[in-house]
């Protein structure tokens, strides 16, 4: 479970399973309640479209569709790093090796994310 989404349950209950968080804010990693919204994927591209942040990753990541992790998750793993988090939990929560959580860090991959 995302961080955000984490505090959101934690604070206000259960997310529909049709429910996303938004930001608000437009910065992924932030996690102040007062920036997040519920709402549905749409809402959430429609978002992005109105606020011209159309971000599509590039290089191996445009290419490999079945990659684990989203162009989203790097800026709140990258967030979890730099809060002291363990890259052995946080490779357990994205469902990735340890390694790949080391590599972010290093920037050897995802590099081109802020």
């Known amino acids: 479970m995302l961080l955000t989404r984490y505090l959101w349950v934690q604070k206000y209950g259960s997310i529909d399973a049709t429910k996303e968080l938004r930001h608000i804010c437009d910065n992924p ?8 919204l519920l709402g549905t994927h749409q809402d959430n591209m429609d978002d992005m479209r ?3 942040r159309e971000i599509h990753p590039t290089g191996a990541k445009a290419r ?5 992790l989203k162009l989203d ?7 979890m790093l730099a809060e002291g988090f ?3 939990y946080i490779g357990e ?4 090796n340890r390694v790949t959580i ?3 860090n290093m920037e050897r991959s995802w590099k081109e994310v802020n």
């Open 50 to 52: 109105e606020r011209n």
């Open 64 to 68: 490999n569709k079945t990659t684990k």
């Open 73 to 79: 998750d790097i800026p709140q793993i990258r967030y």
């Open 93 to 96: 929560l994205y469902g990735v």
């Open 86 to 88: 363990r890259q052995s």
């Open 29 to 36: 990693a932030c996690i102040n309640m007062e920036h997040l």
């Open 102 to 104: 080391t590599d972010i």
